[in-house]
């Protein structure tokens, strides 16, 4: 128990500093802007969600600012971003 409390205090120390201004004491993450993702493709939400395999509704709250991508969305719209075509052709074959 005392270890998960260390690490939850460290955390926290790391956090005021952070907003105290110490940069090296936190990591931020670049935004991902979901609807200029979408808006290259000339894509609707809901082909976007399909192509994809995403709940057409997660999209929409993503644009919408009603909830942001989690870090394992946010790698794999960077990585729809960076090579659409190859994702959508992966997608496709895994979902068989």
Same mark, same amino acid.
């Given at each position: 128990?005392?270890?998960? %409390?260390?690490?939850i205090a460290a955390g926290l120390d790391d956090a005021?500093? %952070?907003?105290?201004?110490?940069?090296?004491?936190?990591?931020?993450?670049?935004?991902?802007?979901?609807k200029a993702i979408r808006s290259s493709m000339n894509?609707?939400?809901?082909? %976007?969600?399909?192509? =994809?395999?995403?709940?057409?509704?997660?999209?929409?709250?993503?644009?919408?600012?009603?909830? =942001?991508?989690?870090?394992?969305?946010?790698? =794999?719209?960077?990585?729809?971003?960076?090579?659409?075509?190859?994702?959508?052709?992966?997608?496709?074959?895994?979902?068989?």
């Amino acid at each position: 128990m005392k270890r998960a %409390f260390d690490k939850i205090a460290a955390g926290l120390d790391d956090a005021i500093a %952070f907003a105290e201004g110490d940069a090296a004491r936190g990591r931020e993450t670049r935004p991902v802007d979901v609807k200029a993702i979408r808006s290259s493709m000339n894509l609707t939400q809901e082909e %976007f969600a399909k192509r =994809y395999h995403l709940p057409i509704g997660t999209v929409r709250d993503w644009e919408q600012r009603r909830s =942001y991508p989690d870090s394992g969305s946010r790698v =794999y719209l960077r990585m729809i971003e960076a090579e659409p075509t190859t994702v959508q052709r992966i997608v496709e074959k895994a979902a068989g």
